[in-house]
């Protein structure tokens, strides 16, 4: 059971954005994907999501086709937590984080929901937010709990099917706190067994971190595999256009 | 109700009881004496009874369900927009249900006879000018981000401006007896009502509460924005679809039977989510219920103001809604 992308091409007004991009995602695996400004990271994610429908090539979610997925169920499969827009209304946190409870009801009875609720909002640690208006967090708060709603979307109770989470960016503009937070919960879920993929921006964090990653360029990929085989000063250096020097013995780049 | 929480689920009993209340106020009072009580108890004088049940009972009928209608698509549009200013008199959508209703009164009256009272035909064409314009606002904003607020209230101006022209020509060109249909429409108010008349249309407006009332979990979804919305499963055209035609037709007949009053559409929801909440579960049903009451006492004012004339309904709800929305306007920059 994968996620399997077949020769994705993507392009808008004859400006290609995507080209022949080919790649898997599996269970219990964390795939990063890194790149520079204007690669086509997000488009991609955006492209598996199904928000955007690719001029050629396939995505096979678990065997199926992403198309002949019905949405509700696409929702059930994979979750995504991306850059969000503000909420007009005055929402309790609470209520923001509910949004992810697939269930069509919301079963009181039983205390499974409240348990649910209680166990992701601690784990994320804003167990303390929840009355807040989420409209009164600071931008870093907001994240968490945009984090929190995407754990809560995955938990449903289809416990048989491959599951699959996205993350575009999830730590940026966070402390570091809440960045090895955020981290320590997708390593969690990864090794639960869901299939993780990630864009990253820092390039330390991404070596650390994956279990595979992608390095892309122009909508291409340049490198696909192991962080030691990506993290090669040559291909960097090339991709970025900037000298890079990996060190190998701390895990670390060094580029000024 | 499950998303609604037992405070919510209070103000919604509360609104129902103070609904109930204010409905036996306005049966009880009007130019002429004849009471609810009355009506239940005691023996009534033919002129009594008929003025009760054909001029007074459909009155208050309609108003309360006009009320209701303005107020839920305010509270609609605003969540498909995700705009809290919007308001079917501010950005148009009455003007489009007015233009729409007034085509087909100079119009359709070389086909049709009586046009001004046809109980299908006249709503009919009010809900797709309202249907018109909602989707082409809704075309017109899309991709403003932020600015779409302001963006919105501008392409109101236009469309109630070209409206306006609109039914400027058709006024023109009209002959007599159109002339008199256009001008006994445009008079509008709740007087006038009868059964005959409006029982069609309120069985189209309780139809369109059933179906969006059912979206209302969407809606909420959908103010994390249209992708996200997408992520979490929802079909975002499918929902569109659902609240731009519930709402047209909501919109639609209420213009088509009781011509433009302002402001309610902007007030009530506003009102429901400062006392309630947010959520489009409460929101709505609160909005119909407290937009029904707003509308039958200011219509009970109306009418009992300065007896046996009467005031028009839209002024009484405009005096208290344009600086209603001049407060909105200030609590939105604040913010």
């Known amino acids: 059971m994968t996620i399997e992308v077949n020769r994705i091409s993507y392009g808008i007004n004859n400006f290609s954005i995507l080209r022949d991009v080919s790649l898997e995602i599996k269970g219990g695996e964390i795939l990063s994907i890194i790149g520079p400004n204007g690669s086509g990271k997000s488009t991609l994610m955006k492209v598996l999501a199904g928000d955007i429908i690719p001029d050629s090539g396939s995505v096979i979610i678990n065997g199926k086709n992403l198309n002949d997925i019905e949405i509700s169920s696409r929702a059930i499969v994979r979750s995504m937590m991306s850059q969000t827009q503000n909420i007009v209304y005055d929402f309790d946190v609470r209520e923001i984080i509910e949004m992810g409870w697939l269930e069509s009801s919301i079963d009181q009875a039983n205390g499974h929901f409240e348990n649910t609720i209680k166990l992701i909002s601690n784990e994320c640690g804003i167990d303390h937010l929840l009355k807040r208006k989420f409209n009164s967090l600071s931008g870093g708060e907001q994240r968490m709990v945009h984090f929190a709603r995407t754990l809560l979307q995955s938990n449903g109770l289809q416990k048989n099917l491959q599951k699959y989470i996205f993350f575009d960016e999830p730590t940026a503009n966070l402390d570091i706190k809440r960045e090895l937070n955020i981290l320590n919960v997708i390593r969690k879920k990864a090794k639960e067994g869901y299939g993780i993929f990630v864009v990253l921006h820092d390039l330390n964090l991404a070596y650390n971190f994956s279990d595979r990653i992608i390095l892309i360029k122009d909508g291409k990929i340049s490198k696909m595999g192991d962080p030691n085989d990506v993290f090669d000063d040559e291909i960097l250096s090339e991709v970025y256009e900037v000298p890079v020097y990996f060190d190998k013995d701390i895990g670390r780049i060094k580029y000024y | ?335």
Not at chain 2, 221 to 226: P, R, T, V, Y
Request: proline share 3%.
């Open chain 2, 1 to 335: 109700m499950k998303y609604v929480n037992s405070y919510q689920m209070f103000i919604v009993y509360s609104s129902i009881l103070i609904l109930l209340v204010v409905l036996g106020l306005a049966l009880s009072f009007g130019s002429y004496k004849v009471t609810f009580i009355d009506y239940l108890y005691s023996d009534m004088s033919k002129v009594q009874e008929s003025v009760f049940t054909k001029i007074r009972f459909p009155r208050v009928l309609l108003s309360a369900f006009v009320g209701a209608s303005l107020a839920t698509s305010g509270a609609c549009l605003q969540g498909l927009f995700r705009n809290p200013l919007a308001d079917p008199g501010l950005i148009g959508v009455s003007a489009g249900a007015a233009l729409g209703a007034t085509s087909f009164i100079v119009l359709g009256s070389n086909f049709i006879q009586g046009s001004v009272t046809n109980p299908y035909l006249l709503p009919l064409s009010s809900i797709c000018g309202s249907a018109f314009v909602i989707s082409a606002l809704f075309f017109i904003t899309r991709g403003f981000g932020k600015e779409g607020i302001t963006y919105l209230l501008l392409a109101g101006i236009a469309v109630n401006a070209f409206s306006g022209v609109g039914i400027g020509i058709l006024t023109y060109i009209s002959d007599d007896s159109e002339l008199r249909g256009l001008t006994f429409w445009t008079m509008g108010s709740f007087g006038g009502a009868t059964i005959s008349m409006i029982g069609p249309a309120l069985l189209f407006i309780i139809f369109s509460f059933i179906w969006i009332i059912k979206e209302a979990r969407k809606l909420d979804i959908l103010q994390l924005g249209e992708s996200e919305a997408y992520r979490l499963g929802i079909d975002i055209k499918k929902l569109r679809f659902s609240v731009i035609v519930s709402s047209a037709i909501i919109v639609g007949i209420s213009v088509s039977l009781s011509g433009m009053i302002g402001f309610v559409g902007l007030v009530v929801p506003h009102l429901a989510r400062i006392l309630g909440g947010v959520n489009h579960s409460f929101l709505l049903p609160s909005s119909a219920l407290m937009g029904a009451i707003l509308m039958v006492l200011a219509d009970l004012f109306a009418r009992t103001m300065i007896k046996p004339a009467e005031l028009p309904v839209g002024l009484i709800t405009s005096a208290i809604g344009s600086p209603f929305f001049l407060w909105l306007i200030f609590r939105i920059r604040k913010s």
